[in-house]
Nanobody, 120 residues
Framework: QVQLVESGGGLVQPGGSMNLSCSVSGTFFEIRLMAWFRQSPGEQRTVVAAITKSGRTTYRGSVEGRFTISRDNAKNTVYLQMDNLQPEDTGVYYC??????????????WGQGTQVTVSA
């Protein structure tokens, strides 16, 4: 069984910074793509940033230049550094990982979500 456990989140003022982390535990062969999604009030869950196993990154346009995704493959952990946060960044942030449970069994796994609120 694969589990994703997130940490970080909370309340921050506009212009502030916050760091999220997500660790993958359990029995698996390898972790491929890792990503952070956001679900804002009244909206669907959408991708914010993603990173391949080799470190190639992609970002949602609205966070480009403000957010940085990174990963530590030795620790099976992905991070999201968020700078210059704005009220529109408010939402529940979910970690996602494409986990190979065996060399032939790929499963998309989700964390439980962590609330990020940007407000004065």
């Amino acid at each position: 069984q694969v589990q994703l456990v997130e940490s970080g989140g909370g309340l921050v003022q506009p212009g502030g910074s916050m760091n999220l982390s997500c660790s993958v535990s359990g029995t698996f062969f390898e972790i491929r793509l890792m990503a952070w999604f956001r679900q804002s009030p009244g909206e669907q869950r959408t991708v914010v940033a993603a990173i391949t196993k080799s470190g190639r990154t992609t970002y949602r346009g609205s966070v480009e230049g403000r957010f940085t995704i990174s990963r530590d493959n030795a620790k099976n952990t992905v991070y999201l550094q968020m700078d210059n946060l704005q009220p529109e960044d408010t939402g529940v942030y979910y970690c996602n990982a494409d986990v190979m449970r065996t060399p032939k069994d790929l499963v998309g796994s989700w964390g439980q979500g962590t609330q990020v609120t940007v407000s004065a």
